[in-house]
């Protein structure tokens, strides 16, 4: 069985300090890592992925997150936060060996940024 | 990039009536549409997967006969809530999934649709 843990359901930084979002997987087999981002009342939105090849993955507003299968983890970093990065971040995984692509999400990490 | 929608974005209703909240995939054809449920502050649960054409998959917990799926075409599936209760209360999410030749490895989300029940 695959599961997602996030460290910390709440981060709170400054404006343009790193931002620095805890991710670690279970998964009997080789995982795709997902990180997620939802404003309020809304859907969610894909930040980046890793499926297979390169371990530090880029994705959107400047956010990266890097594959370490040695720590089971996929951390979501921003080096310098931006008021609009306020929102709730899911980890997700899934298997798709056989599957038709179910995610299994984290609980989520609310990011606070300050002023 | 490929654009999900959900109808409507937000229904009250009265308890013991139904909802249909529709997800339409706008500029693909999903071959696999899934639907999540969020309490508030908490993370999204998948209820169900729904394949175009056959019956939807429940995860176990969820009621299929409360929770009515149907995956009429590739571009559109729709949950029906029946006689709805408080409880069933939530913001629900569909996802489509969008295979094309090579596999894509991803889900593109609608934007969610809060249920109230009165």
């Known amino acids: 069985a695959q599961s997602v843990t996030q460290l910390g359901s709440h981060v709170s930084v400054s404006e343009g300090a790193l931002v620095l979002l805890r991710c670690n997987y279970s998964s009997s087999v080789p995982p795709y890592l997902f990180w997620y981002v939802q404003y309020p009342n809304q859907g969610l939105q894909l930040l980046l992925k890793?499926?297979?090849?390169?371990?530090l993955v880029k994705g959107i507003n400047g956010f990266e997150a890097e594959f370490k299968k040695s720590e089971t983890s996929f951390h979501l970093t921003k080096p310098s936060a931006h008021m609009s990065d306020a929102a709730e971040y899911f980890c997700a995984v899934t298997n798709y060996g056989g599957s038709q692509g179910n995610l299994i999400f984290g609980k989520g990490t609310k990011l606070s940024v300050k002023p | 990039g490929a654009v999900v929608s959900q109808h409507p974005s937000w229904v009250i209703c009265k308890s013991g009536t139904s909802v249909k909240i529709e997800c339409r995939s706008l500029d693909f054809q999903a071959t696999t549409m899934f639907w999540y449920r969020q309490f508030p502050k908490q993370s999204l649960m998948l209820m169900a997967t729904s394949n175009e054409g056959s019956k939807a998959t429940y995860e176990q917990g969820v009621e299929k006969d409360k929770f009515l799926i149907n995956h009429a075409s590739l571009t559109l599936s729709t949950l029906t809530v029946t006689s709805a209760h408080p409880e069933d209360s939530s913001f629900y999410i569909c996802?489509?999934?969008?295979?094309?030749?090579?596999?894509?490895?991803?889900?593109?989300f609608g934007p969610g649709t809060r249920l109230t029940v009165t």
């Open positions: 890793y499926t297979t090849g390169a371990t």
């Open positions: 996802s489509a999934y969008w295979t094309s030749g090579l596999r894509s490895y991803e889900q593109y």
